[in-house]
């Protein structure tokens, strides 16, 4: 049990300098940017501090220094998350970890690498792809967010249904603990039963449990051979989701199974410049990769066609299958041009996807909003991008009340269709309150007990998750 003796902010400070010299900043912008993620969520306080650590022994000295004088701390990586996980809260320590971004060691033979946490998603498969490997979580943000952060959020992506989930690609982790011990978690192997998954348990906690300061992780060959893209129309986003059912039910696995509603369509045609497609039609977008990829289109196209799908086409041609993901895309940029948006991210399971696509049409009806929605329908996960309606909303305020009983009235549906709350982008702060309709009380209670276990005085990323 660690017992906290605060001490006034300047002896801190002061403190902290030493640990981290030149590295410490506790006013300005870079400060200022850490009140909010890509949420849009801004934290009431700047942190005391934002430290930039450059090591695991800097991170150690922290954590020492936080739990002996009971000052929260907040993780951070890039700052890209979606439930305000990252966000500073009053009086904390943002602990920055982007400056360790080495990747310490690549080994084919074992198909694995070492990372530091602060190395971007890309860096690392650019680097893997000389020698045909690649790392395959693959969120949209793998320009910009980290390998630590897509652990601690358990990040998915466009290709997960096929290839899986961040935890899918992690062996093992250094972690520092709240009081500053280093724990070495999971293994270099791959397979590894020896006691609790503490390396599972530790990828998806939002910084929570600890920070992360290194990670073992798979690496996969890049799939041999062309990426073959099938596009298909629908004429409306019902029967494009039970086609996008029907093609898992059909035992197809795609790499790639997008699924883009009218609104959405609409916002990114005009992004683009384009056409506007038909009003109320939805667009499908597959692709397939390895051994068999043109096997695999054809059986897609041919599960679309009986599906109601129209102005199908098929293509091995790199370029249009480049060109039809980036419609795909562009959804963010196109609704970052229209405003203020609350971007959800319910899961549900497949075969519920056209129910919650129609729970969806129901709720913006009653709320009299836009949800634009795109799906990564190969592993059921809605991305309902509530906008803001700014006539309807009280200058600064972030979501308006009406706007969150819509949302709440997603998660019910959600939940009632055997789904789950979030499917990638974390509870941080603005799911919280939802917790325990999904976990239910004892579920959550022991939630609690486990963060108790690593965080007995509860100054790892406060008021977050639980
Ligand atoms: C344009 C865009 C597209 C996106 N697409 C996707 C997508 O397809 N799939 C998806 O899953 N997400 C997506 N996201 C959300 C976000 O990019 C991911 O959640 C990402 O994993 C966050 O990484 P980060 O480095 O930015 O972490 P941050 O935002 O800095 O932190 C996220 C959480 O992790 C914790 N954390 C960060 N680093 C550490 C560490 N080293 N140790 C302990 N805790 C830590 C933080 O405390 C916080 O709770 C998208 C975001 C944007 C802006």
């Known amino acids: 049990m660690v017992t906290a003796s605060p001490i006034p902010p300047s002896d801190l400070i002061a403190r902290l300098h030493a640990i981290v010299p030149g590295r410490l900043l506790t006013e300005g912008a870079a400060l200022e940017a850490t009140r909010t993620d890509r949420s849009g969520w801004w934290s009431a306080a700047a942190p005391l501090a934002l430290v930039e650590a450059e090591s695991a022994e800097e991170v150690q000295a922290v954590m020492r220094l936080a739990s002996e004088t009971g000052t929260p701390v907040v993780p951070r990586g890039a700052g890209t998350g979606l439930a305000g996980g990252a966000t500073s809260t009053p009086g904390c320590i943002v602990l920055s970890v982007l400056r360790m971004n080495r990747i310490l060691e690549i080994s084919l033979d074992d198909e694995l690498a070492v990372v530091e946490p602060g190395v971007i998603n890309q ?32 990040a998915g992506g466009l290709m997960c249904a096929k290839y899986g989930v961040t935890r899918e690609a992690v062996l093992g982790l250094s972690v520092v603990l709240a009081d500053g011990e280093l724990l070495t978690t999971g293994r270099r192997t791959v397979k590894g039963v020896t006691g609790y998954d503490v390396t599972a348990l530790m990828t998806g906690s939002e910084g929570t449990l600890g920070v992360i300061v290194g990670a073992t992780v798979r690496i996969r060959p890049i799939p041999a051979g062309a990426v073959w893209t099938v596009g298909a129309f629908f004429d409306d986003v019902t029967a494009a989701a039970a086609a996008c059912a029907s093609v898992t039910a059909a035992s197809i696995r795609p790499a790639v199974m997008e699924l883009m509603d009218a609104a959405a369509c609409a916002a990114v045609s005009l992004y683009l410049g384009r056409e506007p497609i038909a009003p109320g039609a939805a667009f499908v977008l597959v692709q397939a990769d390895g051994a068999g990829a043109a096997e695999e289109a054809r059986a897609v196209e041919g599960v679309l066609r009986s599906s109601g799908g129209h102005r199908v086409m098929v293509s091995d041609d790199e370029v249009t299958g480049e060109e039809l993901l980036a419609f795909r ?15 959800e991210d319910v899961c549900v399971p ?32 809605l991305h309902p991008n509530f906008v803001i309606p700014r006539d309807r909303t009280e200058p600064g305020e972030f979501v308006p009340d009406f706007v969150w009983q819509a949302a709440d009235e997603l998660f019910t549906a959600c939940v009632r269709l055997g789904g789950t709350l979030t499917g990638e982008h974390g509870v941080g702060l603005l799911k919280k309150r939802w917790l325990a309709g999904e976990l239910g009380e004892r579920g959550l209670d022991i939630q609690r007990q486990i963060k108790q276990v690593f965080d007995p005085a509860g100054i790892l990323n406060p008021g977050k998750v639980y």
Do not use: C, W
């Not at 959804?331 to 948006?341: P, S």
């Not at 996807?353 to 009299?368: K, Q, W």
């Open 123 to 154: 860096h690392l498969s650019d680097a893997l792809a000389p020698h045909g490997y690649v790392f395959s979580p693959d969120p949209a943000s793998k320009a910009i967010s980290t390998v630590g952060g897509n652990i601690a959020t358990n």
């Open 329 to 343: 895309r562009s959804f963010g940029h196109a609704l970052d041009a229209q405003g203020e948006v609350l971007v």
């Open 350 to 381: 497949r075969t519920q996807l056209a129910a919650m696509f129609a729970e969806i049409e129901r709720i913006g009806a009653a709320y009299g909003l836009e949800i634009p929605t795109v799906a990564h329908a190969g592993d059921g996960n």
